[in-house]
Antibody, heavy 126, light 105 residues
């Protein structure tokens, strides 16, 4: 069974940093692209960033580009999101998600999310 | 940009539901649908416009291409109530979601 367990959330002040982690199990982690998606409570979903199976960056949303950094450690079967220069509008539930397609992402593959973690809440407030 | 309509559907168990998602530019058939229940993470229902994800019952079906897509739920079950999102991978990054349609009793 695929399991994704996020950690590292909590409350932080604007301008500070947080690092989210996602521990994966139940599948060959190093075969899959992984992503972070967030959801402001009561609002919709926003893709933040993705990283390919081999560590290549798939992209960032404009809202976090230059502030957040995605990374992975295949030996630890873990995905990370380093969040710097936090803003009040970064307050949200953050989900670690697995891409539907194993292997290299092409224009006709990758980009759907078939497994989701339970999410971790990040609150940014002064 | 993905625009979903209606924002809310009020229906009874046993009724059918049709949800719409319109893209601001053509995305081929690169569209997925997710269901989210309160307090839970989203769940993938449909990908590539019409393919059901693993374990999704046949009462869920998707269709469409280009800019107009729909998700149909025949004979709503009590567990089908929640919020449904469409999401595109036709032009990415970024991957984008629609604003959601709430299906309520």
């Amino acid at each position: 069974e695929v399991q994704l367990v996020e950690s590292g959330g909590g409350s932080e002040h604007p301008g500070r940093s947080l690092r989210l982690s996602c521990a994966a199990s139940g599948f060959s982690f190093d075969d899959y692209a992984m992503h972070w998606v967030r959801q402001v409570p009561g609002k919709g979903l926003e893709w933040l960033s993705g990283i390919s199976w081999n560590g290549n960056l798939l992209g960032y949303s404009d809202s976090v580009k230059g502030r957040f950094t995605i990374s992975r450690d295949d030996a630890q079967k873990s995905l990370y999101l380093q969040m710097n220069s936090l803003r009040v509008e970064d307050t949200a539930m953050y989900y670690c998600v697995r891409d539907i397609d194993p292997g290299t992402c092409t224009p006709s593959s990758c980009g759907y999310f078939d497994s989701w973690g339970q999410g971790v809440l990040v609150t940014v407030a002064s | 940009v993905l625009t979903q309509s209606p924002s809310t559907l009020s229906l009874s168990p046993g009724e059918g539901a049709t949800l719409s998602c319109r893209a601001s530019q053509s995305i081929g058939t690169y569209l997925a649908w997710y269901q989210q229940k309160p307090g839970q993470a989203p769940r993938l229902l449909i990908y590539d416009a019409s393919n059901r994800a693993t374990g999704i019952p046949p009462r869920f079906s998707g269709r469409g291409s280009g800019t107009d897509f729909s998700l149909t739920i025949t004979r709503l079950e009590p567990e089908d109530f929640g919020v449904y999102y469409c999401q595109q991978r036709g032009n990415w990054p970024p991957l984008t979601f629609g604003g959601g349609t709430r299906v309520e009793i």
